[in-house]
C-alpha cells in the first residue's frame, strides 16, 4: 500500500508542470511582449524569477528531484501562477506527501456508519472510501445511483467506484444530464481527495485501468484538473422518476481517514421532492 518519496515528488512536478503550462501571462508584468509566444503558459526561468527562487532548484523540482520544498516557496510559486485556493492546498498537500504515503485507500468504514445510512430512509445517502470506491448506502441511495447493481455490490471484495462507473459504466453515465461537466468534477474531486495517496498502490490501480479503459478518463486526468467538491446540485435524469434536481452534501467523517458520506436531498414542496418520494416508495415495496 506504500511507495517510495519519489512517486509523491513526480506527483508534485507534474502538478507544477501543468500548472506552469496553464498560466495566464498576464499576470506577472513585463512577459506581454509584442506578438504571440511560441508556447503558452511560462517558461521556466520566468516563473522561477517571479518566485523569487533559482532556475536550478526550481528545475529540480519539476524534475522531482528536489524533495521537501518549503511553505514560502510553494506560496511564492502559487501566487506566481495565479493558483485557486483549492490548488493552493493541492499543492501543499502534494508537498507533504511523504509525512502521508503509508494511508490507505481501501481503509475500513466504520460499521456503526452503516446504521446510520439506513436511518436516513428519505435521504439518498451513500458512503465513499478515499479513492471514491461506494462502500455503502441506503436503499434510497442504491435506487439513485446504481439501481441496475445488486444491494449488495458495496459490501463485496470489490465494491462499485463511483468515478469508475461514471466514465465505463453506460447506466451510470446516461444518469447525468450534464456528463461532461460531472464528469470533470468527478476527476477533480480524486484528485484533490487523492493527494496524500499518491503512492497508493491501489490508486495507481484504478488511474491505470481507468485510462486504458476510457479516453476521455485520461485526458482528463492529464490535464490535472483539482476540486473541492462539497456540495451542490445534481442534474440527473433517473430511468424511473425521470428529470431530478437534487441537492447534494459531502460529510467528511471525524476520523480523518478519507471516508465521506454523499448525501442527496430535495428542495422541499418541489416536483423533486414528489420524484424523490415515489422512489423511497418503491424501494420499500421491493
Request: proline residues 6%; glycine residues 6%.
Amino acid at each position: 500500500m506504500t511507495g517510495t518519496r519519489g512517486s509523491d515528488d513526480r506527483q508534485l512536478a507534474a502538478f507544477l508542470r501543468s500548472r506552469r503550462a496553464a498560466a495566464d501571462t498576464a499576470l506577472l508584468p513585463g512577459l506581454a511582449g509584442p506578438g504571440p509566444r511560441r508556447v503558452p503558459g511560462l517558461r521556466r526561468e520566468e516563473l522561477a524569477e517571479a518566485a523569487g527562487v533559482s532556475v536550478t532548484y526550481y528545475t529540480r523540482l519539476e524534475q522531482g528531484l528536489a524533495t521537501n520544498p518549503s511553505t514560502q516557496v510553494l506560496d511564492a510559486l502559487a501566487r506566481a501562477l495565479g493558483l485557486d485556493e483549492v490548488e493552493r492546498a493541492h499543492l501543499q498537500r502534494l508537498a507533504s506527501a511523504a509525512d502521508t504515503r503509508a494511508r490507505s485507500g481501501r481503509a475500513q468504514l466504520r460499521p456503526d456508519f452503516v446504521t446510520l445510512l439506513d436511518a436516513m430512509p428519505d435521504i439518498a445517502a451513500v458512503a465513499l472510501s478515499p479513492l471514491q470506491d461506494i462502500i455503502a448506502w441506503n436503499r434510497l441511495g442504491h435506487a439513485l445511483l446504481a439501481p441496475h447493481l445488486e444491494p449488495s455490490a458495496p459490501y463485496g471484495a470489490e465494491p462499485p467506484n463511483k468515478v469508475a462507473m461514471m466514465f465505463t459504466d453506460p447506466h451510470a453515465r446516461s444518469l447525468h444530464r450534464e456528463w461532461e461537466a460531472e464528469a470533470t468534477l468527478a476527476v477533480a474531486s480524486l484528485r484533490y481527495v487523492s493527494a496524500v495517496y499518491v503512492a497508493d498502490v491501489d490508486l495507481a490501480r484504478l488511474v491505470g485501468n481507468l485510462s486504458v479503459a476510457s479516453e476521455d478518463f485520461a485526458q482528463l486526468w492529464a490535464a490535472q484538473p483539482v476540486a473541492l467538491c462539497t456540495h451542490g446540485v445534481k442534474l440527473y435524469h433517473h430511468p424511473v422518476v425521470g428529470r431530478l434536481d437534487l441537492h447534494f452534501q459531502i460529510l467528511h467523517l471525524p476520523e480523518d481517514d478519507g471516508h465521506r458520506l454523499l448525501l442527496h436531498h430535495a428542495e422541499p414542496g418541489s416536483s423533486d421532492e414528489a420524484a424523490l418520494r415515489v422512489l423511497a416508495s418503491a424501494t420499500i415495496t421491493e
